[in-house]
């Protein structure tokens, strides 16, 4: 099986509805990813069908959330990014901070859903959460990506 442990590793991050909606906001994140020394391996704007929604959240169905997230996230352009870095699915999860956006604010107030997130619903990012679900989400997005032939053929060039 597939392990990058030690080099770089492969994330999902997308920005959301409400943060592409805003052009000033998305440029700020686009440049937070650049700062923060990821590598963009691929990036696209797409539109979900309410159908992708239910099928990527399907975890959360029966939340009492789910019915407006699954809309939120159908409701408008989104980014998505394979980000590449040092500890990427931490890292982005550090940035973006707790999903919640007033215990983002009382905790973490630096943090991207503090200083952009409207709800705890319509809060601005998405980060995979394991290296599981990782390459889950990067085939989700980017059916056509090889994270392993990147992996075997990129990724000696960035050590
Ligand atoms: P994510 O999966 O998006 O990285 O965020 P997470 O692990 O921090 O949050 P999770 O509990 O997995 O929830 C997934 C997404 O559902 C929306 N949500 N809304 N109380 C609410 O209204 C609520 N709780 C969660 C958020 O968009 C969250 O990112
Ligand atoms: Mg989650």
Redesign the pocket.
């Known amino acids: 099986t597939f392990r990058c442990a030690k080099a770089l590793q492969l994330t999902l991050a997308v920005i959301?509805p409400d943060a592409v909606a805003h052009p000033l906001i998305l440029e700020a994140l686009h440049q937070k990813i650049l700062e923060n020394k990821f590598i963009i391996v691929k990036s696209k704007d797409i539109v979900w069908q309410r159908q992708d929604s239910e099928r990527f959240?399907a975890e959360?169905k029966g939340?009492?959330?789910y019915q407006?997230?699954v809309e939120?996230m159908s409701s408008g352009p989104m980014r998505a990014y394979i980000l590449a870095r040092e500890e990427a699915i931490s890292q982005w999860?550090e940035l973006?901070g707790?999903?919640?956006v007033f215990r983002a604010r009382y905790v973490a107030p630096s943090t991207i859903r503090a200083r952009f997130g409207l709800?705890?619903?319509?809060?601005t990012?998405?980060?995979?959460?394991s290296e599981e679900s990782a390459l889950r989400e990067i085939a989700f997005f980017f059916p056509e990506f090889s994270a392993e032939e990147w992996m075997e053929r990129a990724e000696p060039a960035f050590r």
């Open positions: 959301k959240y959360h939340r009492f959330f407006r997230l939120f999860r973006m707790p999903t919640k709800t705890d619903t319509r809060n990012t998405h980060g995979s959460d």
